[in-house]
Antibody
């Protein structure tokens, strides 16, 4: 059974950094692209970043470019999101998501973690 | 970037109703359109991919269709478990944008 468990959320001051992690189990992690999707309180879903199965390809939303870095460890079966220069607009639940289907980033998001809340506040 | 719109933004319905949600892409995305269901406080659940293919385990009362850049999600007979917010998503090219969502609540 596929499990994605996020960790690392919490309260952080504006301008500071935070690192989210996602532990994957129940599938062959190195075969799948992995994504981060976030949802601000009371708002819709926003795709944040993707990393390919090998880690060689990455893409970011404009809101994340230059501030967030996605990485993965195919031995530890983890995917990370390093976030810097955080602002109040980054306050959201961050979901770790598996990308499946064709293409290097997957064509659909079939499994989601339960999410971890990041609150940026002074 | 590809923009996704949804209509309506919310609707009220009764158990047994047939309802249709529309999603429109700002440019051609082929059939790279997915649908997700999200209940309050929960992670989204994957329903449909490639515009019309049901994910395994999704009830057959859900269906998806496509016509050019317009996509629809139909629930043939609304059940109590279906009251939720529904999102479409394009995976034609990054950034992989979601629609703003359609909230379905009880009339």
């Amino acid at each position: 059974q596929v499990h994605l468990v996020e960790s690392g959320g919490g309260v952080v001051q504006p301008g500071r950094s935070l690192r989210l992690s996602c532990a994957a189990s129940g599938f062959t992690f190195k075969w799948y692209a992995m994504h981060w999707v976030r949802q601000a309180p009371g708002k819709g879903l926003e795709w944040v970043a993707v990393i390919s199965d090998t880690g060689n390809e990455k893409e970011y939303a404009d809101s994340a470019k230059g501030r967030f870095t996605i990485s993965r460890d195919n031995f530890q079966n983890t995917v990370n999101l390093q976030m810097s220069s955080l602002t109040t607009d980054d306050t959201a639940v961050y979901y770790c998501v598996r990308g499946a289907g064709s293409g290097w980033y997957g064509r659909y998001f079939d499994y989601w973690g339960q999410g971890t809340l990041v609150t940026v506040s002074s | 970037d590809i923009q996704m719109t949804q209509s309506p933004s919310s609707l009220s319905a009764s158990v047994g109703d047939r309802l249709t949600i529309t999603c429109r892409a700002s440019q051609n995305i082929g059939s790279y359109l997915n649908w997700y269901q999200q209940k309050s406080g929960k992670a989204p659940k994957f329903l449909i991919y490639s515009a019309s293919t049901l994910q395994s385990g999704v009830p057959s009362r859900f269906s998806g269709n496509a016509s050019g850049t317009d996509f629809t999600l139909t629930i043939s007979s609304l059940q109590p478990a279906d009251f939720a917010t529904y999102y479409c998503q394009q995976t034609y090219s990054p950034p992989l944008t979601f629609g703003p969502g359609t909230k379905v609540d009880l009339k």
